[in-house]
């Protein structure tokens, strides 16, 4: 069984930056992909930046250019730098983790979130 321990919200002023971590126990095998989700108050979970054991990164739009998704895969650990932070940008993070298995199929892990506010 995965589990997936994140770290690194807060408070910060518009401008501000923060560095999410996420790290898995557990086996997640070569296959996978390391992704962060956000959610606002009132709104759908909509995924902000995912990488592929590959090395390959995907990002939504409105934060490409100031949010960096980086991992460890000797860690097992997935991290999300934030920079010039927006209120916009205030969420409950979730860290995600799908571990890919054509045998026994993909298998889709969450985080238990962590708040990020950006005052104005």
């Known amino acids: 069984q995965v589990q997936l321990v994140e770290s690194g919200g807060g408070l910060v002023q518009t401008g501000g930056s923060l560095r999410l971590s996420c790290a898995a126990s557990g086996s997640i095998g070569s296959a996978n992909i390391m992704a962060w989700y956000r959610q606002a108050p009132g709104k759908q979970r909509e995924l902000v930046a995912n990488m592929v054991s590959g090395g390959s990164t995907n990002y939504v739009d409105s934060v490409k250019g100031r949010f960096t998704i980086s991992r460890d895969n000797a860690k097992n650990t997935v991290y999300l730098q934030m920079n010039s932070l927006k209120p916009e940008d205030t969420a409950v993070y979730y860290c995600?983790?799908?571990?890919?298995?054509?045998?026994?199929?993909?298998?889709?892990?969450w985080g238990q979130g962590t708040q990020v506010t950006v005052s104005s």
């Open positions: 995600n983790v799908v571990v890919i298995s054509y045998v026994r199929g993909n298998k889709n892990y």
